[in-house]
């Protein structure tokens, strides 16, 4: 992946979030796309990156042979929110986590938000 994708999709988590926690995530995004074994999955319109997810792989120790990956973040850009990109970045990447024999994904959230 090259520096003008990376800054990219940091920017797309950046505005997805907006000011409340865009910059958070934009650099927990950074620091995932940092780590080597990092899947990154974009949806594109007109040659630009509007919606990206982050796969980060872990190990229980109680399972080392189970292949798991952490999912955090997940953003689209606001423009392009509600348009179906979210949902096609969450399908291709069922399809490929399926596709290299992954066992499990969990979702990193807050758990003391409420809806």
């Known amino acids: 992946m ?9 920017d797309v988590h950046r505005k997805a979030f907006e000011k409340e926690e865009g910059d958070d995530i934009a650099r927990l995004a950074k620091d995932f796309l940092d780590l080597p074994d990092t899947i990154s999955i974009s949806s594109e319109r007109d040659g630009k990156i509007v919606g990206n997810v982050l796969f980060t792989p872990f190990v229980f120790s109680d399972h080392p042979n189970t292949k798991c990956y952490l999912l955090a973040p997940c953003g689209v850009l606001p423009a392009y929110q509600g348009h179906g990109v979210g949902k096609e970045i969450m399908e291709a990447s069922i399809d490929y986590l399926s596709s290299v024999g992954t066992d499990a994904v969990f979702v990193l959230g807050v758990p003391t938000e409420t809806l």
Do not use: G, R, S, Y
């Not at 090259?2 to 940091?10: E, F, L, S, T, W």
């Open 2 to 10: 090259n520096q003008v994708d990376i800054d990219a999709i940091v």
